[in-house]
Structures are given as structure tokens and as C-alpha cells.
């Protein structure tokens, strides 16, 4: 057909071209086809391709056509384009129908302020900020329930994250916690708003985890706890800095006794302070079960008592006496509080007379298993330090682990899945600053001359691999036994060091067995006189 004139704006000198494609609507595409200056035809033919290919009735002009420029489209067959952008839609329906949390809501946290995006469809304005004042935050949990929000996934961005994960979790949201290494954005377009869309496109479609966060009773004696290490941690500090001012005035006391801040080096220290100098005086705060001599003890006191020296010790002897004050409250408040969280009464035996050394430890024990409702220092390794660390850490109910395998995954002990290819590249445990992790991993290393089970099981494995390698795998074996005891109620009962060796003598004979069975051999086991 000869081509229409089309009376719509636009620039001059182009034509628009009208398909009429196998009987369909009418389709308008721009071809940037120039018509000659000064021809007095009203059209130009389209190219003789472009009809053959589209099978199509064209229609085209030289008038006035709209300003989209046909570079902007891609030249497909209509058929092939009208599937393409069919198949784009049901495909972005059907993104829409499987969202895993469809009312779900995203959190950059900050500083000095929060970004929070939300679903499109609950509002006009899905990314706001928000201050980090309290009236800010619950400004910031109303709009989300005014948005439908259900559940919200927060980063983990220092201790930032614990303010917005209080009052969200307070108003009845569901909080994930995530880390930060799951939801890496592209490089080089990084910002606030991106983060917050980019992390509530992720929790929507259900790609996060939630990190694992105690109970709030736990929170608790772990955030006394923690205060407890720190004062242990400051309190050792400044008894090295007592020894570095005794080694610079040539005060030997480290060479004739084992514990500087023991009865006997606690004596003579302060009574260096007091003024004391004579060096036969302060041997005779020797107590009688140390080893060395007063004749030693003498000798090794015999120094040049600088002034700068004797005011630094005398500093830090005070700054040790204020912490032990703090800890005593520590150890008060952290008692207080593990004597109302015991539901069960665990029997521990016989109970020491009042006044013992066994006593206090005695006590402890037994509000640690009142607590975890099984006595978990009976694994050989464990002391109560390292109870009280896991106890305050991930707390007696490990319901939110799956199994025993989650909760060791957790912990970063167990191996490394790092495949491509087909091909193990590397299966070392991951990297972990978890402090029960540590706890563990202190109690295996104590088992080296342990004449248990465990200690057996140890020094066969040291045999077999290095010593950090034992290390870990007598870990995971203790985190495994402290989940069953804790899930299950059981009490761990040590059969020792020999009903071990016999079991795996058992297990190599057996071994050797079916490999002898293998080659067509058989193995038939004789006593040997010893």
C-alpha cells in the first residue's frame, strides 16, 4: 500500500514506519530513514529487507515524528518480541508469587543514622532515614508496622545493630541478624540506600541467615561475664608491669618464686612498697612450702632502688588492688544472677564441710548444673571456667541448632568445604573469633597427660597429624559431647584410658581382617605370652 501521512509531532525529515503485522494491531516503530530535501513525494519506501522479514504492511511518511530514536529498541521480529516481553512479565510474576518473606524490610545500620527500605508496594517512599536517637528508633518501628513489615534484616555493624534489635524485637518484629559477609554488594556502587534495597531484596527472596543470638537472660550474665575476662585481662597487665619495674631495679623475684602475685610474692612486694629495703626482711615473708631458700630468696632481693622505678611499681600494685575490687563485685553480681536461673537440682555427691578450699568451688559447680540441668565439668578438660564460658555463651537450650553438625559449624570446627571442579582445594577450618571456641580448644589442649578416654584419644591423633590438628579435632569431640549431654540430659560417664586402647586395638584388628580378606587371605589372631 502507498504510504499514510501521520500528523504527529516531532522532528522533520524522518519517517515513521506502521506495521501491520499478520492481521494484529497496528505497531509504530521509528526508522531513521531521510527523505531527499525538495522531492515533492510524500513518503519514502522502507528498506526492502525489513518488509520481506516482517512479513508486514508498511506505512510511512515524511511528516513529524516523536523524539524516541530508534537506536533505543531493538530490532527483533515481532513475534519474537512480543514472546520476549511476554515471557519477562510471567517471569517477574512469578518472582513476585515466591518471595519467601514478601512483607520483608532491610536495615543499613549506622552510626548516626539507619537506612530502611521497604517493600515498593507498601508505600511511595520504600527508603527512608532514620536518626539513632530512641525517638528515632521507635519512630522508625511505627512506620514499619504501619508498612506491614514482618520481619527485618539487620547487619551486624559492630554494636550499633544491639539498640535497633531491641526496640524492633520489643515491638513484636521479627529481627534477622545477618552477617555482613553474606550480602556483598557489586564494587564500586556502594551506598547507604543501595545497601538497605539490596539487603531487603535479599531477605524477601530468602537468601539470608539469621545469626544466632541468646535468650535475654543469657545476654545478661554473658555481658557480666564478658566484663569479668576484660578485668582478668587488665588486672594481668599490670602485674607485668610489676615484674618489668622488679627486673629494671635487678629484683630477681621471678627466679626464685613460680608465682609473682602468689602469698609470698604478694608479701614481699608490698612490703617493698611500705618501704622495706633490706633484703634479709623481705625473705622472711617466705611461706613454708615454697622451695627456695631464704638464702635465695635473699639474694635474688638484692637490687638498686630507684625512685622512678619504685613509683611505677608502687602505681601498679594499686591499679591491681582496684581491679581485684571490681572483680569481687563481678563475681558477686554474676553469682547473684546464675543462683535464679537454676530450675533443676543436679546431685554432685557429697557436699565439703564450710569454710574449705573445695567449698566456694563446690558452690559454683553446683549453679552451673543446676543451671544446664546436667554437670557438664564431669568431661575430662572442662573446669569451671571453661563451663561457665560456654554456659554464658549459647546458655543451656540449643534448640536453635538443627543438630549436633550446625552447632560445630557454628563453632569453626569443623572442615572446610572449598571444592571446584571436582576437586578438594582446601578443607581446613574456618577462621573464628568464638570464645567458646576457645574455651574448647584451651580444654583439649589440657589432655595431653590426662589419663582418660579423651587424653588417650588425643595423643593418638597427635601421633597421626600435628598438634594443632589434634587440637581441633579433640575440640570438636568435646562441643559434640557438650550438645548431647545439654539436648539429651545425659551424664558422662569416663570409661578410661584402658577400655580405649582395647577398643581400637578391637577396631586394627578387624581392619586388618577385612584387608587380609581383600588379598584372599584370613587372619587368624593368636595370644602371644607377654
Known amino acids: 500500500?502507498?504510504?499514510?501521512?501521520?500528523?504527529?509531532?516531532?522532528?522533520?525529515?524522518?519517517?515513521?514506519?506502521?506495521?501491520?503485522?499478520?492481521?494484529?494491531?497496528?505497531?509504530?516503530?521509528?526508522?531513521?530513514?531521510?527523505?531527499?530535501?525538495?522531492?515533492?513525494?510524500?513518503?519514502?519506501?522502507?528498506?526492502?529487507?525489513?518488509?520481506?522479514?516482517?512479513?508486514?504492511?508498511?506505512?510511512?511518511?515524511?511528516?513529524?515524528?516523536?523524539?524516541?530514536?530508534?537506536?533505543?529498541?531493538?530490532?527483533?521480529?515481532?513475534?519474537?518480541?512480543?514472546?520476549?516481553?511476554?515471557?519477562?512479565?510471567?517471569?517477574?510474576?512469578?518472582?513476585?508469587?515466591?518471595?519467601?518473606?514478601?512483607?520483608?524490610?532491610?536495615?543499613?545500620?549506622?552510626?548516626?543514622?539507619?537506612?530502611?527500605?521497604?517493600?515498593?508496594?507498601?508505600?511511595?517512599?520504600?527508603?527512608?532515614?532514620?536518626?539513632?536517637?530512641?525517638?528515632?528508633?521507635?519512630?522508625?518501628?511505627?512506620?514499619?508496622?504501619?508498612?506491614?513489615?514482618?520481619?527485618?534484616?539487620?547487619?551486624?555493624?559492630?554494636?550499633?545493630?544491639?539498640?535497633?534489635f531491641e526496640v524492633l524485637e520489643q515491638r513484636g518484629i521479627k529481627v534477622f541478624l545477618v552477617d555482613a559477609r553474606q550480602m556483598k554488594y557489586v564494587p564500586g556502587r556502594k551506598s547507604d540506600v543501595q545497601d538497605c534495597q539490596w539487603l531487603q531484596r535479599l531477605m524477601s527472596q530468602g537468601y539470608l541467615r539469621a545469626a544466632f543470638r541468646p535468650t535475654d537472660e543469657v545476654c545478661v550474665v554473658r555481658a557480666v561475664a564478658r566484663q569479668r575476662?576484660?578485668?582478668?585481662?587488665?588486672?594481668?597487665?599490670?602485674?607485668?608491669?610489676?615484674?618489668?619495674?622488679?627486673?629494671?631495679?635487678?629484683?630477681?623475684?621471678?627466679?626464685?618464686?613460680?608465682?609473682?602475685?602468689?602469698?609470698?610474692?604478694?608479701?614481699?612486694?608490698?612490703?617493698?612498697?611500705?618501704?622495706?629495703?633490706?633484703?634479709?626482711?623481705?625473705?622472711?615473708?617466705?611461706?613454708?612450702?615454697?622451695?627456695?631458700?631464704?638464702?635465695?630468696?635473699?639474694?635474688a632481693l638484692t637490687g638498686n632502688w630507684r625512685d622512678e622505678h619504685l613509683f611505677v611499681l608502687r602505681q601498679a600494685l594499686a591499679m591491681y588492688d582496684d581491679i581485684a575490687r571490681h572483680l569481687c563485685e563481678c563475681d558477686a553480681k554474676l553469682q547473684g544472677l546464675l543462683s535464679q536461673l537454676g530450675s533443676a537440682q543436679v546431685d554432685l555427691g557429697k557436699t565439703p564441710r564450710a569454710g574449705s578450699k573445695t567449698r566456694a568451688e563446690f558452690d559454683t559447680r553446683q549453679i552451673?548444673?543446676?543451671?544446664?540441668?546436667?554437670?557438664?565439668?564431669?568431661?575430662?578438660?572442662?573446669?569451671?571456667?571453661?563451663?561457665?564460658?560456654?554456659?554464658?555463651?549459647?546458655?543451656?537450650?540449643?534448640?536453635?541448632?538443627?543438630?549436633?553438625?550446625?552447632?560445630?559449624?557454628?563453632?569453626?570446627?569443623?572442615?572446610?568445604?572449598?571444592?571446584?571442579?571436582?576437586?578438594?582445594?582446601?578443607?581446613?577450618?574456618?577462621?573464628?573469633?568464638?570464645?567458646?571456641?576457645?574455651?574448647l580448644k584451651m580444654a583439649a589442649m589440657s589432655l595431653s597427660h590426662s589419663d582418660s578416654a579423651l587424653g588417650a584419644f588425643y595423643r593418638r591423633l597427635s601421633g597421626r597429624m600435628d598438634k594443632p590438628r589434634a587440637n581441633t579435632a579433640t575440640a570438636h569431640k568435646l562441643a559434640r559431647m557438650v550438645y548431647f549431654m545439654l539436648t539429651r540430659g545425659e551424664a558422662y560417664v569416663d570409661q578410661g584410658q584402658q577400655h580405649y586402647e582395647e577398643q581400637q586395638r578391637q577396631r586394627s584388628i578387624a581392619a586388618l581382617k577385612r584387608r587380609a580378606a581383600a588379598l584372599g587371605f584370613a587372619v587368624m589372631p593368636t595370644p602371644v605370652p607377654a
Open 1 to 164: 500500500e502507498h504510504p499514510m501521512a501521520l500528523a504527529v509531532p516531532g522532528v522533520r525529515g524522518e519517517t515513521t514506519l506502521r506495521y501491520k503485522v499478520n492481521g494484529s494491531a497496528e505497531m509504530t516503530e521509528i526508522a531513521l530513514v531521510r527523505a531527499r530535501s525538495g522531492d515533492s513525494r510524500c513518503g519514502a519506501s522502507p528498506p526492502e529487507s525489513l518488509v520481506r522479514e516482517s512479513s508486514a504492511t508498511v506505512v510511512s511518511t515524511v511528516m513529524c515524528i516523536p523524539f524516541m530514536r530508534s537506536s533505543r529498541i531493538r530490532r527483533l521480529p515481532w513475534r519474537c518480541r512480543s514472546l520476549t516481553i511476554l515471557e519477562q512479565t510471567m517471569a517477574m510474576r512469578k518472582r513476585d508469587d515466591d518471595l519467601v518473606f514478601p512483607h520483608a524490610a532491610g536495615i543499613d545500620v549506622g552510626g548516626s543514622s539507619h537506612w530502611v527500605a521497604v517493600p515498593r508496594h507498601a508505600t511511595s517512599d520504600p527508603v527512608r532515614e532514620f536518626g539513632a536517637m530512641t525517638d528515632d528508633l521507635g519512630a522508625m518501628a511505627d512506620w514499619l508496622l504501619a508498612c506491614g513489615v514482618d520481619t527485618v534484616a539487620l547487619e551486624s555493624t559492630g554494636v550499633y545493630w544491639i539498640p535497633v
Open 229 to 299: 575476662d576484660v578485668l582478668l585481662t587488665e588486672q594481668a597487665s599490670w602485674v607485668q608491669r610489676m615484674q618489668k619495674a622488679l627486673v629494671q631495679m635487678n629484683i630477681q623475684l621471678t627466679e626464685v618464686l613460680s608465682d609473682v602475685m602468689g602469698t609470698s610474692g604478694q608479701a614481699i612486694i608490698r612490703a617493698i612498697v611500705a618501704g622495706e629495703r633490706d633484703p634479709k626482711v623481705l625473705a622472711r615473708h617466705r611461706h613454708s612450702r615454697v622451695k627456695a631458700s631464704e638464702q635465695d630468696i635473699a639474694k
Open 368 to 439: 552451673l548444673a543446676n543451671w544446664a540441668g546436667v554437670d557438664l565439668t564431669r568431661i575430662n578438660g572442662l573446669g569451671l571456667a571453661a563451663v561457665l564460658k560456654i554456659l554464658s555463651e549459647v546458655g543451656p537450650d540449643l534448640s536453635r541448632f538443627a543438630n549436633v553438625k550446625h552447632f560445630c559449624s557454628w563453632l569453626g570446627l569443623c572442615p572446610g568445604t572449598k571444592i571446584s571442579g571436582g576437586k578438594v582445594l582446601s578443607s581446613k577450618t574456618k577462621r573464628a573469633g568464638n570464645r567458646v571456641r576457645q574455651a
